[in-house]
């Protein structure tokens, strides 16, 4: 009895995730910068960062456009586009249409002390 409500508290954590905003990244000038736009995709790749999977980050523009409110796929370009030229993320695969591989991205910010990068940087960018 015990060991099923732990296994189901386990899998419960396990879905629905949690990510805390470091104060250092939320107090930055770069990141005060950014657009709303900007910062709702940040959040968007970090609620899918687990520790593991960095470099693995997917931009969707139809779940963004359904679940985020984007809006349009202009919005989106732009915010990566900001998010990429204030060092916040980096592309590390382009996507392909014909196979339906999407974009794949990695967080970065090592001068605010978070070590996202460790996998990232092994990741080299990769053509279609």
């Known amino acids: 009895m015990g060991v099923d409500r732990s296994r189901r508290q386990k899998q419960k954590r396990k879905e629905q ?7 250092n990244l939320l107090k930055s000038p770069d990141f005060r910068e950014l657009s709303a ?3 709702k995709l940040y959040f968007h790749f970090a609620s899918q960062y ?14 963004l456009l359904r679940d985020l409110a984007f809006l349009s796929p202009t919005r989106i370009v732009n915010a990566k586009r900001e998010l990429t030229e204030k060092g916040f993320i980096r592309q590390t695969a382009i996507g392909n ?3 339906k591989e999407p974009d794949r991205f990695a967080i970065l910010k090592p001068s605010l002390g978070i070590d996202w ?6 990741i080299a960018m990769k053509p279609p």
């Open 17 to 23: 995730g949690f990510y805390a905003s470091p104060r």
């Open 37 to 39: 736009w900007a910062v």
């Open 50 to 63: 687990n520790g593991y999977n960095n470099g693995k980050l997917t931009a969707v523009y139809s779940e």
């Open 117 to 122: 990068t460790a996998n990232a940087d092994n």
């Open 97 to 99: 249409k014909r196979t």
